[in-house]
């Protein structure tokens, strides 16, 4: 379907699919079976300009918005998720800075993001704290002019590769959720570690580690806006990116759609290619159905966030239920209709449904997604 692109927004794309093509679809399986960082098709995307799509111009970006970065996840996501989320999880480490930084804060690091050079991360998840923020264990207290963390959060996306932390501790638990605030840690700082990477069943392009805090003193000025205010950003952040975990499940679905149909039109069985069997046929059009539809919903969810920042919430949810609950369910009916080839890692089908899984869960689980929706529902019909 035709989204009438700005010249712009069409450059995006055809860089992503370029790259896409190029590099991530012929080095997935090795990328996948070695648990390896893409470090050097990272840097192809750095030299492309893709690291400064959200970033804006005054610091070296694109200057795009929700709509734009999500053009470009939806194309990564057709190759390799996994490479995808090491991508997008740079935006994600630097949502904070942007929504909450000073211009001083900006101006220092936003531009080595934009370039590429350095690599951020998000810091929020713990081992009790995860739907459930509010059980955050990790400090932070003021010691004359550095702030002083104590802690460990846990599965964290660039942990280890990123040169950039946003993370947030409490700084006053008297206070609840407006006890939080959030800081910027930097690789090398005294008293911070990544643990080692995770193995995980899907997504092993990625780096998925620890972050260890002993004692680690980072100057005041590390602060993300005000002190308190760490919830706050830390909600804004996940609405703001949701929309683009959506676009890689939009863009896993369509990889496996594509693997899949091909597929039938070239396997023979009874003397004829299976996509002549209206049982074949049905399973792809339901996966063409769902892909569209996701589609459409992310593409709009995302320019409305562009159009009204402030209004949000729902719309970030329900695109990320939709997508990625329909990428589960494509990739699981592509590995059907490979049957036996889809179960063997010669084909690319079982690697998308391993990888398919995460997008229900990280950035916050479809169910707690939903509560959201629900919620939201609630304070509209209250009216």
């Given amino acids: ?22 590099r991530i679809i012929p080095n997935r399986a090795e990328l996948d079976e070695k648990h390896e960082f893409p470090r050097d098709i ?39 998720i996994g490479v995808g989320t ?53 400090t932070a207290v003021l010691d004359g002019d550095e ?16 040169q950039i932390y946003t993370v947030v501790a409490i700084t006053d638990r008297s206070k609840g959720p407006r006890g939080a ?44 806006g005000r002190q308190g205010t ?12 949701r929309p683009g975990i959506a676009a ?29 069997f209206q049982a074949v046929q049905h399973m792809l059009a339901d996966m ?9 919903l992310v593409y709009q969810a995302a320019k409305h966030i562009d159009a009204h920042p402030k209004d949000m919430s729902k719309v970030s949810s329900m695109s990320k239920i939709f997508a990625t609950d329909n990428a589960m369910k494509v990739t699981t009916d592509a590995v059907q209709v490979l049957a036996g080839y889809g179960y063997m890692s010669e084909y690319p089908t079982e690697k998308m449904m391993r990888d398919a899984k995460i997008l229900q869960i990280y950035e916050g689980t479809n169910q707690i997604q939903r509560n959201v929706v629900g919620q939201e529902l609630n304070k509209e019909y209250a009216k």
């Fill in 42 to 80: 990272l840097n192809e995307m750095a030299q492309a300009d893709l690291f400064g799509v959200p970033i804006p111009e005054e610091f070296g970006g694109f200057g795009g918005g929700c709509f734009d970065i999500v053009l470009a996840l939806e194309q990564l996501g057709r190759g390799c």
């Fill in 248 to 276: 890689l499940g939009v863009g896993l679905a369509q990889g496996a759609l594509d693997v899949a149909a091909r597929y039938a039109k070239q396997r023979v069985q009874f003397g004829k290619p299976i996509m002549a």
């Fill in 230 to 241: 760490g919830f706050i950003t830390v909600m804004k952040t996940l609405d703001s990116s």
């Fill in 181 to 224: 605030s959030m800081f910027v840690v930097e690789e090398g700082d005294p008293g911070f570690s990544c643990g080692p990477k995770e193995k995980k069943m899907g997504i092993r392009a990625s780096s998925t580690t620890e972050l260890i805090f002993k004692d680690c003193r980072i100057p005041k000025e590390r602060l993300i």
């Fill in 147 to 162: 702030w002083v963390l104590n802690g460990t959060k846990q599965w964290i996306t660039n942990g280890g590769e990123a």
């Fill in 1 to 22: 379907m035709d989204y009438f692109l700005s010249e712009e927004q069409q450059m995006i794309v055809d860089i992503a699919r370029q790259i896409t093509e190029e």
């Fill in 86 to 138: 090491a991508f997008a999880a740079s935006s994600l480490g630097i949502y904070p800075i942007l929504i909450s930084g000073s211009q001083e804060m900006k101006e220092k690091y936003l531009p080595s993001v934009a370039s590429g050079e350095k690599f951020a991360a998000f810091g929020l998840t713990e081992a009790n704290a995860g739907s459930d923020a509010s059980g955050i264990q990790t």
């Fill in 288 to 296: 063409a159905i769902g892909t569209e539809a996701s589609r459409a």
